[in-house]
C-alpha cells in the first residue's frame, strides 16, 4: 500500500493530545536531541500545551490524518534581534521518515518565516547526522559550534550552529 503523504500546516489547541503524544515520544526516544526534557514536559498542563498551539507557532506534518512530524518556529522579542528567528523541536515519526516529509516540513516553515524574519537559525547536536543533513538540504550553514550546549543525563553534547538567511 503506498504512503499517502497529508498536509503540513499549524497545529491549533483543539491538537494538543496529538502534539503532546508526539512531542514526548521525541523527548524519551531522543533525549540529547532538544534543549526540553521528557520529565519537564510530561508535567506541562494541556492547558499551557494549548496556549503554546493558540500562539501559533507549531507546526504539524501530516500522513493521511495522523501527526507524524512537527516543527516548531519563534522570533527574536529583543529591537535588535527581530530580524532573527528559531527553528527548533523538530522530529518525525519513524514511519515519515525517508518519505521527503522532513523537507517539506522544513521548507514549510521557512516559507512562512520569509515575511517575518531575515535569517533563521537552530541548534543540532554535533552527532546528529540524519538532522545535519536535513538542515544542509534546507540551505542551512554551519557558522559555529557551541561546546556543551546540553547536559543530557550527566553527560554534555556539543551542538552545531546553524543559519539560513532567507531572501538569498
Not at 78 to 83: G, I, K, T
Amino acid at each position: 500500500m503506498p504512503i499517502v503523504l497529508g498536509p503540513i500546516r499549524k497545529l491549533a489547541p483543539a491538537e494538543v493530545v496529538s502534539f503532546r503524544d508526539i512531542r514526548l515520544e521525541a523527548l524519551s526516544r531522543h533525549p540529547e536531541a532538544f534543549c526540553a526534557s521528557y520529565k519537564t514536559a510530561a508535567a506541562e498542563p494541556c492547558a499551557a500545551t494549548a496556549q503554546r498551539l493558540a500562539a501559533g507557532g507549531v507546526w504539524g506534518a501530516f500522513m493521511e490524518d495522523t501527526l507524524v512530524g512537527i516543527a516548531q518556529f519563534g522570533g527574536r522579542a529583543s529591537d535588535h534581534q527581530r530580524h532573527r528567528g528559531e527553528l527548533s523541536g523538530v522530529y518525525l515519526r519513524n514511519c515519515a521518515r525517508g518519505t521527503g516529509l522532513a523537507d517539506r516540513l522544513v521548507e514549510t516553515v521557512l516559507d512562512f518565516a520569509k515575511d517575518r524574519v531575515e535569517c533563521v537559525e537552530l541548534k543540532v547536536d554535533t552527532t546528529n547526522e540524519p538532522a545535519i543533513r536535513l538542515y544542509g538540504r534546507c540551505g542551512f550553514q554551519t557558522y559555529g559550534t557551541e561546546p556543551r550546549a546540553f547536559k543530557v543525563e550527566g553527560g554534555y553534547r556539543d551542538a552545531f550552529l546553524m543559519a539560513k538567511f532567507l531572501g538569498e
